[in-house]
């Protein structure tokens, strides 16, 4: 089940990528943060396809499983250990989202800075808090922020969200 989930949760990060760059990225050719937000969702998303098939491969090779004995106790490990944290640090690409969101408030005006700034602050507090802290998974949480700015942007005004005349 947790290597289904993350399947959607990467489809739905690819086609959330490619609505931004039909109705963001397109309208506005010349803004670097709208390309940023694209690469860092397209690149997350990559990266946990990788994470959640790796987390299927292990329900499929441990001990009972279909696949069992194929790998030893060492080879379960290391995919074990792919499967702990390989979810959480592989949303580190939507944390350049982030900083995409907040140079398009502040650099170039086209969404607010409020949000520009709670984008902002979150991705260098999440960095910051992985350089104190040495925990790797911390930018897991950017998800979150993905899910507040998506809700801010649909019932928004930003510049982004205005109807072209």
């Not at 760059?21 to 990559?46: K, M, Q």
């Not at 995919?79 to 969101?101: C, E, K, N, R, T």
């Not at 993905?146 to 982004?160: P, Y």
């Amino acid at each position: 089940m947790g290597g289904l989930t993350g399947y959607l949760c990467v489809v739905v990060l690819i086609v959330a990528a490619a609505v931004w760059r039909h109705r963001v990225e397109r309208r506005y050719p010349w803004s670097v943060g709208a390309s940023i937000v694209t690469f860092g969702i397209v690149s997350a998303a990559g990266a946990l396809a990788l994470v959640y098939g790796w987390k299927g491969a292990l329900g499929n090779y441990l001990h009972g499983a279909g696949e069992a004995n194929t790998y030893d106790d060492q080879g379960l490990y290391v995919l074990y250990m792919i499967h702990d944290f390989g979810p959480y640090f592989a949303w580190v690409p939507a944390l350049a989202s982030a900083f995409g969101l907040a140079y398009m408030a502040f650099r170039e005006r086209l969404v607010s800075k409020v949000l520009g700034a709670g984008a902002g602050l979150m991705a260098a507090g999440l960095l910051l808090a992985v350089a104190v802290t040495g925990v790797p998974g911390l930018p897991f949480m950017i998800a979150l922020g993905i899910f507040i700015a998506g809700i801010w942007l649909a019932v928004g005004r930003s510049a982004i969200t205005q109807v072209e005349l």
